[in-house]
């Protein structure tokens, strides 16, 4: 709701801080048409994640660290969204974090069939936790060789 103000009626990117792309992947999901996006990738592990449901690439519903195994491609937190997005995010109610949730108005959109997924096709890294450190400096010591 913050961007509002800034990106007016204008499509625009989201992505999380903490996470990595390639340049290739982030061109990839700035489409320009009336759709949003979101990015998604398979893991061995989806249970540590947002899991997306999918039909024909169109998200139907998104399963937030779920129990018992779903499927296993996981949002990766790379967005394309339309204004839309906003009269969506003014409908859902604050999560338990006390936070309005982008999932929880981009399943709203899903349901008007306005999500659609895109695969990752180089590379995602999760740069979320301590324990990703070692992951993240291999990966840059290969891109220097």
Do not use: H
């Amino acid at each position: 709701m913050q961007a509002k103000s800034f990106t007016k009626n204008d499509n625009f990117i989201v992505l999380g801080g903490d996470n990595l792309w390639s340049a290739n992947d982030l061109k990839n999901i700035a489409k320009e048409d009336e759709l949003n996006y979101i990015a998604g990738i398979k893991v061995k592990n989806p249970e540590k994640y947002g899991v997306l449901i999918t039909k024909d690439n169109k998200l139907i519903a998104i399963k937030e660290k779920p129990k018992e195994f779903v499927g296993n491609l996981i949002n990766t937190g790379l967005y394309k969204l339309t204004p839309g997005i906003y009269p969506a995010l003014k409908k859902i109610k604050e999560s338990e974090r006390g936070e309005l949730e982008l999932t929880d108005a981009l399943s709203l959109l899903a349901k008007e069939n306005k999500v659609k997924v895109i695969k990752i096709k180089d590379y995602w890294i999760d740069l979320g936790s301590k324990e990703d450190i070692p992951k993240i400096e291999e990966f840059f010591k290969k891109c220097a060789e």
